[in-house]
T-cell receptor
Framework: DAGVTQSPTHLIKTRGQQVTLRCSPK?????VSWYQQALGQGPQFIFQ???????QRGNFPDRFSGHQFPNYSSELNVNALLLGDSALYLC?????????????FGNGTRLTVT | QQQVKQSPQSLIVQKGGISIINCAYE??????FPWYQQFPGKGPALLIA?????SEKKEGRFTISFNKSAKQFSLHIMDSQPGDSATYFC????????????FGTGTRLTIIP
């Protein structure tokens, strides 16, 4: 039973570029959430997708956008990259839209913006 | 606004000792409090969770103590082992309205022989 898988594992981009990160949820899960984890900090909620719609959004600018596909996989897009976007981006999946459904995290994508 | 405050930032405990990590929250709407364990290069993994209708929950060597009136909760790791060395995050969420899981800033735990 595959857990949450994220790709790529590492990525280096230049300021101003755009990036797409991908996530496949755990088998049986239909909800995907994205988190940004800066070095030495706790994960910060970006947004959540359920039934292919953005259900909740954290305090992130519109440069951060996402998508969920019919097979429940998801993408996170970040436009006009800033140095401050360098972080570990975590995808978490869960079943159903209940807020306290246990989250299963992937190992993340380490994004470095130079 | 930091809604979940976690302390200490780092902790060193001798093998066999008790590790204690504390968290405090502000939002009284929070009704689910999970703890996550994160090893280097890995994503956080759910360790144990508690709801505010109980004051304590134990799973193996891990215990959550919850004080609703003080809006505080803590993780106790009994008989701490070197394999417990990791970063621990407390978190909180409300099942109604705001659905985002809010994390503390993390505690880096090191168990020394």
């Amino acid at each position: 039973d595959a857990g949450v898988t994220q790709s790529p594992t590492h990525l280096i981009k230049t300021r101003g570029q755009q990036v797409t990160l991908r996530c496949s949820p755990k088998s049986g899960h239909d909800t995907v959430s994205w988190y940004q984890q800066a070095l030495g900090q706790g994960p910060q909620f970006i947004f959540q997708y359920y039934e292919e719609e953005e259900r909740q959004r954290g305090n992130f600018p519109d440069r951060f956008s996402g998508h969920q596909f019919p097979n429940y996989s998801s993408e996170l897009n970040v436009n006009a990259l800033l140095l401050g976007d360098s972080a570990l981006y975590l995808c978490a999946s869960s079943w159903g839209s209940r807020a306290n459904s246990p989250l299963h995290f992937g190992n993340g994508t380490r994004l470095t913006v130079t | 606004q930091q809604q979940v405050k976690q302390s200490p930032q780092s902790l060193i405990v001798q093998k066999g000792g008790i590790s204690i990590i504390n968290c405090a929250y502000e939002n009284t709407a929070f009704d689910y409090f999970p703890w996550y364990q994160q090893f280097p290069g890995k994503g956080p993994a759910l360790l144990i969770a508690i709801r505010p209708d109980v004051s304590e929950k134990k799973e193996g060597r891990f215990t959550i103590s919850f004080n609703k009136s003080a809006k505080q909760f803590s993780l106790h790791i009994m008989d701490s082992q070197p394999g417990d060395s990791a970063t621990y995050f407390c978190a909180a969420i409300s099942n109604f309205g705001n659905e985002k899981l809010t994390f503390g800033t993390g505690t880096r735990l090191t168990i020394i022989p």
